[in-house]
């Protein structure tokens, strides 16, 4: 069925409802692209973004409504009918093939074949041959025939790029595609973008990172609990501005106040080291009872490995670790968890959550000994308690402990994986790139969480790549180059360029 589309619109998506259980993830909810665009797609987490690219994209079949592309209505029922009418998507979540190469990785699906009649083999020259093509097209220096197991996130997430670009759509799906690309990549990106928009192809770009919203998008939509708040050209925008529609009021500050003053060295890190040559070394600091210690660097600076070898999840050839003024031995998670430690991971949703649990399940599964009865029964009542006052404290917005963990978004996730560590009453929280994901409104939620555990006399030390984050949480902020502690410089007088500086040091 072919209808007029006013020769403007290359996409139009029509009155899109979708429900899950206890859940409206979309009401009716219309958008138009044009072609030869970027165009913006913006919400808080849970205001339905990604379930409306879903549902372009074939993967949520559409409880109403119509999708039309170049007027051609969409019947499509998987991926694979996206991909073949030319729609693509990059999804937030990675999800490669580790034990398989590069190419594979690229064109898996899709081999190039050779043999004759039903003798078919891979043809792999060709298959390498593409990819280095594709590659030099793009400007990426990757090998093809290197395991994808063993790339950083960043790579792995301009594989998925490429990938995207090498099925020549005429409609793009970019979710947060920036969240672990480096400085560099993501100029990178914003060429391939522009390219791509010279050939007549339209990006839907989902970001929560304001300043790429504003600098490379031509339409910027905004969502608010899965309705559609209005369609705007981007150069009639503010930050504030979109904030504001975004989450319905006005954000007057981005940051929480706060008045605690740190005291008395709660951890001491001395000389810390890693068997691999490649990782940290020789990391020396202290952290302070209620201080909140960012940690700042680029990509390969070592600031994870360095905190999962302080809770344990990683092998450490020299140095130690004093907690409350006493040496101890952390060889894995649980002596971490013994000397009140707690570690929110970088990937929430690779090593946080249990995707098929609820979240009843996912906030008490790390401390089941504080529910523990006679003959190793559990006491469901006080769990069930503990778990609802979990839910009203951190503000998780579901309609029940019952709901699986997935089908909350990435703040509600975080919110629920800040619950679980709670209960286990920690004086040292580990959190890395905790509000990675999340929109403007759900960070404040969570800086705010933050602040109040600092302000009870929690210590924590922060990881995070966002430069305001650091600059408005941190107490003191540690930065790390090439596995090396190259300064700690005060929160209070700290600016981006001195930290920049010290990020950079050879």
Same mark, same amino acid.
């Given at each position: ?14 009155? &899109? ?39 372009? *994209? ?23 009918? $996206? ?6 998507? &990059? ?33 792999? @020259? ?70 791509? @928009? ?13 300043? +790429? &919203? =504003?600098? !490379? ?18 150069? +009639? ?17 981005? *940051? ?21 040559? #490649? ?41 130690? !670790?004093?907690?409350?003024?006493? #040496? ?15 570690? =929110? ?8 959550? *249990?995707?098929?649990?609820? &979240? ?7 401390? =089941? ?45 975080? @919110?629920?994986?800040? $619950?679980?560590?709670? =209960? ?25 969480? !933050? ?56």
């Amino acid at each position: 069925m072919r209808v007029e589309n006013n020769n403007q619109y290359l996409l139009e998506m029509r009155d &899109i409802t979708k429900e899950f259980p206890g859940v409206k993830a979309l009401n009716g909810v219309t958008l138009q692209v044009r072609p030869g665009t970027v165009h913006a797609l913006m919400g808080e987490n849970g205001a339905g973004k990604s379930t409306l690219m879903k549902c372009l *994209f074939g993967i949520y079949t559409p409880d109403g409504g119509e999708m039309y592309l170049n007027g051609q209505k969409l019947e499509h029922r998987s991926s694979k009918d $996206a991909l073949d009418m030319g729609i693509s998507m &990059i999804h937030q979540e990675l999800h490669p093939i580790p034990h398989r190469n590069v190419a594979e990785n690229v064109w898996l699906g899709r081999f190039p074949m050779m043999g004759i009649g039903p003798v078919q083999l891979v043809d792999e @020259k060709k298959m390498f041959r593409d990819t280095e093509d594709l590659f030099r097209n793009l400007d990426m220096d990757i090998n093809p025939k290197t395991l994808v197991g063993s790339l950083s996130v960043s790579k792995i997430q301009s594989i998925e790029i490429a990938k995207a670009v090498s099925f020549n759509s005429k409609v793009i799906v970019m979710d947060e595609p920036t969240s672990s690309l480096t400085g560099n990549e993501v100029e990178q990106l914003f060429k391939i973008i522009k390219d791509l @928009k010279s050939r007549g192809v339209a990006i839907i770009y989902i970001s929560h990172k304001m300043e +790429e &919203i =504003l600098r !490379i998008s031509d339409d910027v939509t905004i969502m608010r609990d899965g309705t559609k708040i209005g369609t705007w050209p981007a150069s +009639e925008l503010t930050t504030d501005l979109i904030i504001s529609r975004m989450v319905g009021r006005d954000l007057t500050q981005r *940051f929480p106040p706060r008045y605690n003053v740190p005291e008395g060295t709660l951890l001491k890190v001395e000389g810390l080291t890693s068997p691999d040559p #490649k990782s940290f070394k020789n990391v020396s600091f202290e952290l302070k009872k209620g201080e909140i210690l960012g940690v700042g660097g680029l990509v390969g600076s070592q600031r994870t490995e360095l905190i999962e070898a302080i809770f344990g999840l990683r092998a450490v050839s020299s140095g130690t !670790i004093e907690v409350h003024g006493k #040496k101890v031995r952390i060889r894995n998670s649980l002596d971490a968890i013994r000397q009140k430690m707690a570690l =929110l991971t970088e990937e929430r949703r690779v090593t946080g959550i *249990f995707p098929v649990l609820t &979240i009843h399940e996912n906030t008490v599964i790390s401390n =089941l000994k504080r529910y523990q009865k006679p003959y190793l029964l559990l006491d469901g009542n006080k769990m069930k308690d503990d778990v609802e006052k979990s839910i009203e404290r951190l503000r998780v917005k579901t309609p029940s402990s019952k709901q699986l963990i997935k089908n909350l978004s990435g703040g509600n996730q975080q @919110k629920v994986l800040l $619950a679980r560590w709670l =209960l286990t009453e920690p004086d040292i929280l580990l959190l890395d790139e905790p509000t990675r994901g999340i929109d403007v409104g759900a960070k404040y939620e969570i800086y705010t969480i !933050i602040a109040d555990l600092a302000k009870q006399g929690k210590s924590i030390i922060m990881i995070s790549s966002e430069m305001p984050e650091l600059l408005g949480m941190s107490d003191r902020i540690m930065v790390m180059s090439e596995g090396r502690l190259t300064g700690i410089v005060d929160g209070e007088n700290a600016t981006e360029t001195a930290i920049m500086r010290l990020a950079a040091q050879a």
